[in-house]
Every structure is written in C-alpha cells, then in structure tokens.
C-alpha cells in the first residue's frame, strides 16, 4: 500500500515543489503524493514537479489532510492567517488537527523566533527531512 502524503506549499509552491523532486528522486513512485496549495498557482506547480494529484483552498485541505498519513510543509501551515494570510484559521486548524504524522520545515516569513533553530538552506533542511526524519516512517517503501 502506497503512503500518502499531503504537501502543503502557498504563494508561488517553491516549497512544494522542492519536497515533491526530492520525494521523487529518493521514493519514486512508490508514494501517493497529494499538492494542496493554498492557492491555484502554487497547487499548479507542485502537480507540475511531480505530484499524483493537486488542489488549492481551504476546503481541499480541511479533506485531505483527514486521509493523509504524512502531512509535510513550512512551519507557518499551521498559524492562522500565515503566508500573508493564504493560511485561514480553518486550514490552520485542520493540520494540526489532523491525526497525520506532520513534519514541519522551520521556516518562515512572519514575525516569529524559533529558538534552538540554526538557519539552514532549503535545500539541506529537505535533504534532512526526506533521508532522517521519514526514512522510519517510510521504512516498508
């Protein structure tokens, strides 16, 4: 059985669209990779670089993430009213509501401080997700 997997990307999916090459590279085809964006241009691109299936809005996410076994994204996915207000409470609410396991990219734009955090490029911090922290996760894959 394939595992599912949500990513969540707003504005223009850059986010997105790295996580999709690199899950594509490393897993193949072997995971069910759903693009939610928070609009119809970065769900545009994320299906473009490589997901099985795309949707934006908030009604697409408060759904899919219920069905996911991996929801994936930048930290802000799950503040209200983030990415210059692309995230509603309600999707807010709906990830961290979810039951899904959710790794989050320490990565933001708002007015937030993550302490302990040591910046780190795009690029390094989804190498890091994709062959540490889902390497257990994916381990049957």
Known sequence: MHKRVC????QGGGIGVSLIKYLREFYGE????TAIGTN????SQMMK???NRAASGENAIVQTVKKADVVIGSIAITWANSMMGEVTPKMAEAVTSASALKILLPLNQENVVIVGFHREPLPHLIKYLIETELKEVFKDV
């Not at 990513?7 to 707003?10: E, V």
């Not at 072997?30 to 990779?33: A, G, H, N, R, V």
């Open 40 to 43: 119809a241009i970065a769900a």
């Open 30 to 33: 072997s995971l069910e990779i």
């Open 7 to 10: 990513i969540i990307d707003g």
């Open 49 to 51: 670089a490589g997901a």
